[in-house]
């Protein structure tokens, strides 16, 4: 358990928050069988925030906080259709932290007066098996490397990918804290391997333990080594991995506008399982 997740619900704001664990949350689900609220508690076990906390008042959700680095790791979480009808104490949990008040919703939950979409685009998320996207791609299809593409597996994160997240956290953060906290939410799954390729290349898996499920994050390639192939050979690489480490579905988020990753991704047998998005709270009363 992350340290931060140790403290008691006084230590948290003065609400009645309690450090809750990715198992309990899978407990708390209301529908313990809906594939999408499994799904995405799978998610978040890829990306585990240093205070994952839960309530009475919020039942089924998952409040996040990680040095404000990311909106995936700082935001509520509200894994089914039943939405909180009163979202107030989620609100006053981020007001206390002079964090932006998110909550990441499904796009199929019912609308709420006090729960306003974000400008960003939404977000898919899909899957696939792992053995369909780990096998060598046949002669003429989509997703194929070209010749030469090397890829390597180690179960240490990149410095650039550190550098990259650590830029994320909160503005004012000190350098040496922003890394640290990237070092920790890239290494928060119970098992996570990373690939990268001689350009700068690199992409992560977080084996979650949830359902047989693996996600990939963190993909990137510089734009000078990009339409080689070189995602397609990292994303086939990962999931190599992942059947050793004995994940069965691949899954992964992206946001519903980026055209290529999503072609990308299609082409590798990804589908889209279902989509979610972020939304603002409204102030606490």
């Known amino acids: 358990m992350n340290e931060a ?129 780990a096998a060598p791609p046949r002669r003429g299809a989509g997703g194929a490397a070209r010749p030469g593409v090397a890829v390597g597996l180690d179960g240490t994160p990149p410095s650039a990918m550190v550098d990259r997240t650590a830029a994320r956290a909160r503005p004012g953060t000190p350098g040496g804290e922003a890394v640290g906290a990237a070092r920790r939410l890239l290494t928060s799954a119970p098992d996570q391997c990373f690939a990268s390729t001689s350009s700068g290349g690199a992409g992560r898996l977080a084996v979650t333990g949830v359902d047989g499920v693996a996600v990939l994050d963190g993909l990137f390639v510089p734009p000078r080594a990009r339409r080689r192939g070189e995602a397609s050979a990292m994303v086939r690489a990962l999931a190599g991995a992942a059947g050793t480490l004995g994940a069965r579905t691949m899954a992964l988020e992206v946001e519903q506008d980026n055209a290529p990753a999503v072609a990308c991704y299609l082409a590798l047998g990804f589908q889209t399982h279902h989509e979610h998005l972020y939304a603002t709270l409204g102030a606490p009363a």
Not at 40 to 57: F, H, I, K, M, T
């Open 5 to 133: 997740n140790e403290m008691s619900g006084s230590a948290m704001g003065g609400q009645d928050w309690e450090p809750m664990t990715v198992g309990e949350l899978l407990a708390r689900l209301p529908e313990p069988d809906d594939p999408v609220a499994v799904l995405e508690v799978a998610l978040l076990a890829a990306w585990r925030p240093d205070v994952l906390a839960g309530s009475g008042a919020l039942p089924g959700c998952a409040l996040r906080e990680h040095a404000g680095m990311t909106k995936r790791a700082n935001s509520l979480l509200v894994p089914t259709r039943r939405l909180p009808a009163d979202l107030s104490p989620a609100a006053d949990f981020y007001a206390r932290r002079r964090l932006p008040a998110l909550a990441m919703v499904r796009a199929d939950a019912p609308a709420r007066p006090r729960l306003t979409p974000t400008p960003d685009p939404p977000v898919l998320v899909m899957t696939a098996p792992v053995e369909a996207v």
